[in-house]
């Protein structure tokens, strides 16, 4: 944002600044898409119609090339924000040497009437909402709109409709901006100019549509009743969290996060929202995270659950029914959300955030194999299970006998297969510890199912414990390297790794085995920077020096409170919760040496591990003391 006490508020408007950090943003979403607004009311990212749409505003990854929404106000002094409690709503302060207002930026959603027993639980209207109210003295400014469409690669044509409209035009797309007050449709941009009294509003809607057919705002009035409605939506939402141990602010705001990362038409569970944003500065580790990989989002079911929104869960097997005819015979990493994944391709013409290209869509680990998918998605379908007693929606107990034999078939059949395991390694596949481990916590959730459901029989599930062991035998003998004194990343590699600590945590070891204690050791110790953990340190093929993985330093409280060393844990994961934005989102990964967020934000993956760490803290201290 640019301001000056020297021009006028009918001058023409400035572009935003250069690239913001990462951690300048703040999330807002309808379960169909989301924008990134950052610290000054600047909107640089949105995808639409939905999360993997072309983004339309995306100054976040070229500020020349790339499109926003932004908000200038005159005579500024300091500029602060906030959610407004229990809700994915957005208010921006501006204090002005005139006066002050606030900024409300939400993206409509409303609870039904009727309460479907599947399928998406809001209405929504594709629709982004603005809505400014001076609360002091007096304020004046703009609102301005340029949209580049496609990823700024369709050309765009902007004409009036009307004194307070803007249209904005591609060969297949519209895009519409209403105001309160009159709009001047400029070249590549509309700009609306507005001077407010103390209890005055100024509202600007988005609203996007292929035909440009849906009907606009009547004022103020509807932009308010929009916002009551969509503040109750995700008050009612946030009510039903039954987490209320210390720390459920972090854990609401993460689970509020995950919320906004489905995709309700469907079902679906997408990583992040954005693409493109570097783990390394300089490097070349850049991804597009906007598809529903199994991984992540059964470790967002397994979230969901922990806090008592089994509903969420039950959408997102709804979505696999779907996007998985085969019912677990044919499984796959990841799936689109609503389709295929898109092609990988480099966006050449998009210079990347910071300069740190390449920008691209789609997501070459499609085609990987990583064994591990099967014991994550058979954990986190067994604690769905467990929550609802055994007892899911019709649909997804049809063909429950038949998905437990297939997945564990799976398990079985490629238990002595290399792959690339949970860091999607590229070049050759390996024997990945990690995997190996959750291909025996996948062998015993999909015992521990089947005895409940009464199939298969037990000559088979008695099969599969035997399995199961000897997988435990043979993980626990050849991972371990004698020389390293440590449980190393694949059979005979002389690499540590952090996912070790989630095989504690899920039982594929003991947290007090002599060995695991070393390994744990020997991980803080090589992998450690303070309290930061990189997920391992070696060259892996990609350019650029990673940062340190937020997951995995989270991973580290929840196995020091297994260790029963709670007060070690607990004081870990309040410095960690300090080290998200003040609007408490985090992304994937944190550099050490700058504190600064990397990584495609927010992150779903570091998000789940807040809350299941926050609840794991909380029972262990329960059980053992601090």
């Known amino acids: 944002m640019q301001t000056s006490d020297a021009r006028a508020a009918a001058d023409e408007p400035t572009e935003p600044p250069a690239y913001n950090a990462i951690s300048d943003y703040g999330l807002i979403g309808d379960t169909h898409s989301t924008a990134l607004i950052d610290r000054n009311g600047s909107i640089d990212w949105l995808c639409w119609p939905r999360h993997d749409s072309p983004a339309l505003f995306l100054r976040l990854l070229d500020a020349g090339k790339g499109g926003a929404c932004w908000i200038e106000v005159d005579k500024l002094v300091s500029v602060s924000r906030r959610y407004v409690p229990e809700t994915n709503i957005l208010e921006t302060r501006f204090v002005s040497r005139t006066g002050v207002a606030v900024l409300t930026d939400l993206m409509p959603v409303h609870p039904p009437e009727t309460m479907p027993e599947e399928g998406p639980d809001g209405e929504t209207e594709s629709r982004l909402i603005r809505l400014l109210r001076c609360e002091q003295g007096a304020v004046a400014g703009r609102f301005v709109v340029r949209p580049t469409f496609d990823y700024a690669r369709a050309a765009c044509t902007v004409s009036a409709d009307g004194e307070c409209r803007t249209l904005f035009r591609t060969a297949s797309e519209m895009l519409s901006a209403t105001s309160t007050h009159a709009m001047r449709a400029l070249e590549d941009r509309g700009v609306s100019d507005w001077a407010l009294q103390e209890g005055a509003h100024a509202c600007l809607v988005l609203t996007h549509g292929e035909n440009g057919d849906t009907p606009p705002l009547d004022g103020v009035q509807d932009a308010l009743e929009r ?51 570097p783990e390394a500065v300089p490097g070349n580790r850049n991804f597009d995270y906007r598809y529903s990989w199994l991984r992540d989002a059964s470790f967002t079911v397994s979230s969901f659950v922990r806090l008592g929104y089994t509903r969420e869960a039950a959408e997102y097997l709804r979505f696999l029914r779907h996007a998985d005819p085969t019912h677990g015979r044919d499984l796959k990493l990841m799936y689109g959300i609503a389709g295929p994944v898109t092609p990988e391709q480099t966006l050449d013409h998009l210079e990347g955030w910071r300069g740190v290209g390449p920008v691209s869509i789609g997501n070459g680990a499609e085609g990987q194999t990583q064994i591990d998918i099967f014991g994550e998605f058979l954990m986190s379908l067994h604690g769905f299970l467990d929550a609802v007693d055994f007892n899911p929606p019709q649909k997804t ?71 199961a062991d000897e997988i435990k035998d043979e993980y626990r003998r050849e991972g371990w390297n004698e020389a390293r004194g440590a449980y190393t990343m694949w059979y005979g590699a002389d690499q540590l790794d952090a996912s070790l600590l989630r095989l504690v945590l899920y039982e594929a070891f003991d947290a007090h085995d002599p060995r695991v204690v070393a390994s744990f050791q020997r991980i803080c110790a090589e992998l450690g920077d303070g309290d930061l953990l990189y997920r391992y340190r070696f060259d892996d093929g990609l350019k650029g020096k990673e940062a340190t993985f937020s997951a995995c330093s989270l991973w580290r409280v929840g196995v020091l409170a297994l260790m029963d060393r709670t007060r070690e844990a607990t004081e870990l994961f309040e410095r960690l919760l300090e080290r998200g934005n003040d609007l408490g989102l985090f992304a994937e990964e944190i550099d050490a040496t700058t504190g600064e967020q990397r990584g495609n934000f927010p992150q779903a993956f570091t998000h789940m591990a807040i809350i299941n760490n926050a609840v794991r803290l909380e029972k262990q201290i329960d059980a053992v003391g601090i």
């Open 397 to 467: 107990n049809d063909h429950l006998p038949e998905a437990i034999q297939n997945l564990a078939g799976q398990v079985i059949k490629l238990r002595h297969e290399p792959d690339h395991g949970i860091w999607e390694m590229p070049g050759e596949p390996h024997q990945i510890l990690h995997s190996k481990g959750m291909n025996r916590v996948a062998l015993e959730c999909a015992i521990a199912i089947g005895r409940r459901i009464g199939k298969p029989d037990e000559a088979t599930l008695a099969a599969w414990q035997r399995i």
């Open 227 to 277: 916002l009551r409605r969509t503040s109750h939506y995700w008050q009612q939402w946030s009510a039903a969290c039954t987490y209320q141990g210390p720390y459920r602010e972090a854990v609401l705001r993460s689970v509020l996060c995950l919320k906004l990362l489905t995709y309700s038409p469907t079902g679906a569970i997408i990583a992040a929202p954005t693409i493109g944003l």
